[in-house]
């Protein structure tokens, strides 16, 4: 009989992931028992303090919610609201805040992308320890980011939390003369994305697949970024209004952050791969082409190659930001009249981590009565935690410091934002 | 060209520390100098000192001394003790932004780093009163010091 042996693998405080949070991982005699991604970042009650506050403040209201992906909430908030008023944004002023939401990918992708995770693969312990060794990595992640920081300030007034979003449109359309400001930037940043696709197609990945429900958003002919009905890779086909009969959370002692899974059970993920399996096609060429340079396929079941697929959506964004540059026509007004009546709204749209759903409900005079708000990292805490079962379990005969960082590898496949989750990381590992 | 570079945010009390001491030296000197007010983004950091013969970066530190206590750094010759001037898990605190600018060669020939030591962090709140005064002193001291440099003395 085998010497019953207990390990427990534990990181208090997770590096290079947004926010804070923890994990634990306890092994019983070559067995994993339990998995506890733990988000200890406080809750921050920000659908409570919703209540009473004008429609037209939600969006930048939510937008505090992350520094990171300010837009996305924006974007969320204010499809909600339209839709409730029975209003819908097109034209060129949807085209703009497309624009701004690419800035957003673009700038959370390149940080992520090279910052963040690739270290994990180059096997440095940092970004900065990297910059040491490849200094071209790092200098053309600053040329990426900055460009889509650009974008942001040019389109959405300022980098950090823009303010330039307003239920109706946009406070003020820019010039041409200033978007194209930011062509020259955007150009050299689709060059870099490109090798960003040859180089992490180029790192060694953890053979690791999953069977998980892949949940995103859809629209025909479109990437999902600012609007769709939610489709899954297993026949899922609903309208944003329906999503709260679909998929249910509920808390888990471990964690500040609510845990979703589908109603009746089943869990699911949001993120680049479900968009990259259920709208490769909807890829702007370059970007189809890129993925297809390096043998990158539709669907990807691989979490670690989420990498690459990050890099094949900074292709798309960048080359997307760029044809919505080339069409763009100033609008006679920047945004138009909105009228509050009585109700509940639902949106959605894609934050660089996956499907963010707002649900507002006001009175006839706009003021908000309940909210709830469901990002993405909260949605894919159980596929993670399945995925640390799953790697720990094929890796037991690591030690335990390489299991830790394949640990937080894992985690960091999900660019989760812990700071927006919480209403996240530590490692831990327990071996018995 | 100098670049003076305070760091921190406005509405996070001694936090401000940085951009208190970056406005007082700007309302003392004329010309010559650069002085910027910045949110620590790395990028924004590395940007600030590139193309620099020196900057000085100002920012609020937390490692437990009377608050007002002035520390001063020489950040061209070694690295910051990176545990003083980390305030966010989410960024890249000024240590390690000035250690990616040393590591891709953007770090300018001198660089000097003050941090005022801080007490309270909690948002909405103003300096604390050892804190302002540190600060004013400070952009008095940075001004003088500054001119000189600009002058070639």
New interface residues.
């Given amino acids: 009989m085998p010497e019953r042996r207990t390990k427990t693998i534990k990181t208090d405080?997770l590096?290079r992931?947004?926010?804070?949070g923890a994990m634990r991982v306890r092994i019983e005699s070559g067995r994993v028992t339990e998995v506890q991604l733990r988000i200890y970042e406080p809750p921050r009650f920000f659908e409570a303090f919703l209540r009473g506050r004008d429609f037209t403040e939600a969006l930048d209201i939510t937008s505090r919610i992350c520094?990171?992906c300010p837009i996305a909430y924006q974007m969320s908030a204010v499809t909600a609201m339209e839709s409730l008023c029975g209003v819908e944004v097109g034209g060129q002023l949807r085209a703009l805040r497309r624009l701004l939401y690419c800035g957003e990918w673009i700038e959370s992708h390149a940080l992520h992308v090279f910052m963040l995770h690739a270290p994990d693969f180059l096997g440095f312990e940092?970004?900065?320890a990297m910059?040491?060794e490849h200094?071209t990595i790092?200098?053309d992640a600053?040329a990426l980011?900055?460009a889509g920081?650009e974008v942001m300030r040019v389109v959405g007034g300022r980098?950090?939390h823009p303010i330039n979003v307003r239920v109706g449109g946009v406070h003020r359309a820019p010039r041409k003369a200033e978007l194209a400001t930011l062509v020259a930037g955007l150009e050299r940043a689709r060059e870099i994305a490109l090798g960003a696709v040859r180089l992490t197609a180029s790192f060694d990945f953890p053979d690791y697949d999953q069977d998980i429900e892949l949940v995103a958003l859809a629209q025909p002919g479109e990437y999902p970024i600012d609007r769709g009905r939610i489709i899954s890779s297993t026949g899922l086909d609903i309208a944003p209004e329906e999503y709260e009969s679909r998929f249910v959370e509920q808390h888990v002692p471990w964690s500040h952050a609510l845990h979703s899974q589908r109603t009746g059970g089943g869990n699911y993920l949001v993120g680049p791969l479900a968009r990259f399996a259920t709208s490769f096609a909807a890829l702007t060429p370059l970007a189809r082409e890129a993925a297809a340079d390096v043998g990158l396929r539709a669907p990807e079941r691989n979490p670690f190659r989420s990498i690459v697929v990050r890099a094949v959506e900074l292709v798309h964004a960048v080359d997307e930001a760029l044809e919505l540059i080339a069409a763009y026509e100033e609008p006679d007004a920047p945004a138009i009249e909105v009228e509050p009546r009585a109700g509940v709204g639902h949106g959605a749209t894609e934050a660089p981590r996956g499907l963010l759903y707002h649900r507002y409900e006001i009175d006839a005079d706009g003021t908000i009565l309940a909210a709830n708000i469901v990002p993405p990292t909260s949605q894919n805490q159980i596929a993670i935690e399945a995925d640390l079962r799953g790697v720990v379990e094929r890796s037991l005969e690591l030690p335990d410091e390489q299991l830790s960082r394949l640990c937080e590898q894992t985690i960091r496949n999900y660019d989760p934002c812990i700071?927006c989750a919480t209403h996240f990381l530590t490692l831990e590992v327990e071996r018995c | 060209m100098l670049r003076l570079i305070g760091v921190g945010n406005r509405w996070r009390g001694d936090d401000a520390a940085g951009l208190v001491v970056a406005a007082g030296v700007r309302a003392r000197l004329r010309g010559g100098i650069a002085v910027i007010e910045d949110r620590c983004e790395p990028l924004e950091l590395i940007e600030a000192c590139e193309g620099a013969q020196a900057a000085w970066l100002v920012d609020a530190v937390c490692s437990g001394a009377p608050p007002g206590t002035l520390h001063r750094f020489d950040a061209a010759e070694r690295a910051l003790p990176a545990g003083l001037f980390r305030v966010s898990t989410h960024r890249l605190g000024v240590a390690d932004a000035l250690e990616l600018a040393r590591a891709l060669g953007r770090l300018p020939p001198r660089v000097v780093v003050y941090g005022i030591e801080g007490s309270r962090f909690a948002p909405g709140r103003p300096l604390s009163p050892a804190v302002a005064a540190a600060a004013e002193r400070l952009a008095g001291a940075l001004s003088t010091e500054l001119a000189a440099c600009a002058a070639g003395r």
Avoid at chain 1, 17 to 20: A, P, Q, T
């Fill in positions: 405080v590096a992931v947004e926010g804070e520094g990171i940092s970004a900065v910059a040491r200094p790092v200098t600053l980011k900055k920081n980098e950090v700071s």
